[in-house]
């Protein structure tokens, strides 16, 4: 039976990392292999692999969107050794500290990333990867377009999501996507890591904030908000997000647009995973406020998929 520090290992002497002598598995990831690389010289790597890649290009688009994220963004991203269809190497990162000090620098990272790459239009130039499922980047004048077409009613077929939701809550989704002007205010487009939970929150040698495995587009900087605060931030994390805010010039009523927001991750979940961790609970509970006038909701979809 393969494991799969052996599909690591494989891969690496494959791609010419012979002298690899050994893999040790990490933890944190949820959509492929991950594993830590001993090399003959001493030095230790990153390794990542999918057992079936979802495609050709998914790794190269992941450090694609790390390097967009250095030199576009200025936030610290770890090197890229490797990245071919079958497997990412990185740099090593270390595990962030457990200091207020350090969300707070992330603030001043996040608040530069987010103010200085306003773009005039949503999307990216390529289609990337949200774990296994390709994420549709397809350039959108319209945010609220934007984010209705291809990062909410995109779920709606995958077969997990459709398995998950009664009609009911499909119609109500639909509708929410049709009021989106109303809930959320105009916005302009920023470059934005695409998938920043906490877990994707590390840290460099000398212990400045670093991302990892983004799913990067030019769309609204509360997105990546919106995945921070709703993924278990640490006690220390608190300060980050008032900074943020104040650096940023957040209305007050930014924690309240939160659940609409992350209605796009809790979608990604549901769509990848058995175990959904509560996610379709969640959706259900957003958008059940607008479980009414179903027709209006059909057309919305229909327009926005013409």
């Excluded at 090399?39 to 790597?45: E, I, N, S």
């Excluded at 200025?74 to 969300?103: H, I, K, Y």
């Excluded at 350039?139 to 998950?164: I, Y």
């Amino acid at each position: 039976m393969t494991t799969s520090t052996d599909l690591l290992l494989t891969r690496l002497h494959a791609a010419g990392l012979t002298d690899v002598r050994s893999v040790e598995p990490a933890t944190g990831g949820l959509a492929a292999e991950a594993g830590f690389a001993r090399r003959g010289d001493g030095t230790t790597v990153f390794v990542k692999a999918f057992a079936e890649p979802p495609s050709e290009d998914a790794f190269a688009a992941e450090a694609e969107g790390l390097d967009a994220l250095r030199t576009l963004g200025g936030v610290a991203t770890p090197e890229v050794l490797v990245a071919d269809r079958d497997v990412l190497v990185l740099t090593v990162l270390r595990p962030r500290p457990a200091e207020e000090s350090f969300w707070e620098q992330l603030a001043h990272a996040l608040a530069r990333l987010h103010t200085g790459t306003v773009h005039p239009r949503y999307g990216w130039h390529r289609d990337n990867w949200l774990g296994r499922r390709r994420q549709v980047n397809t350039w959108t004048d319209d945010g609220f377009q934007f984010f209705a077409r291809h990062r909410l009613l995109r779920w709606l077929d995958e077969p997990r999501v459709a398995a998950a939701l009664a009609p009911e809550d499909r119609v109500a989704l639909e509708r929410l996507c049709a009021r989106l002007p109303e809930l959320l205010p105009v916005r302009p487009a920023c470059l934005t890591h695409g998938d920043l939970w906490t877990q994707n929150v590390l840290a460099t040698p000398d212990g400045r904030p670093a991302l990892i495995d983004p799913a990067v587009s030019y769309t609204w900087a509360e997105v990546d908000l919106a995945h921070l605060w709703t993924t278990a931030p640490p006690p220390e994390a608190e300060r980050f997000f008032g900074l943020y805010a104040e650096l940023t010039a957040l209305d007050a009523g930014w924690r309240e647009r939160m659940p609409i927001l992350q209605l796009r991750q809790h979608l990604a979940v549901i769509a990848q995973f058995d175990h959904d961790w509560g996610a379709a609970d969640l959706v259900r509970r957003t958008v059940a406020p607008f479980r009414r006038r179903p027709a209006q909701s059909r057309a919305y979809r229909a327009r926005a998929n013409e």
